[in-house]
């Protein structure tokens, strides 16, 4: 899974966290935890981790609530 996390307000506008994992959604229930692998503006070179949960999934239209808690390092 590949997703860019991009700020469009505020204090980090025009920069992004980019997020790079598998992501076993089948496999776990609860929680699941991928890797920042870097981003982009003031989040260039960051590192971290994101804990994903999912709240709702529709099978059938594949649309699901997802929160997402980050703990990002960057200098």
Not at 2 to 29: C, H, M, Q, W
Not at 38 to 60: E, L, N, P, S, Y
Not at 63 to 68: E, N, P, T
Request: net charge positive; proline share 1%.
């Amino acid at each position: 899974m590949y997703v860019d996390l991009a700020f469009t307000t505020g204090k980090f506008n025009g920069s992004s966290i980019s997020i790079f994992s598998r992501n076993p959604v089948a496999e776990e229930a609860g929680e699941r935890e991928i890797a920042i692998v870097g981003g982009r503006g003031q989040f260039r070179m960051a590192r971290g981790f994101v804990k994903i949960k999912t709240h709702q999934i529709d099978m059938k239209t594949g649309d699901a609530v997802l929160r997402y808690d980050a703990t990002v390092y960057h200098y």
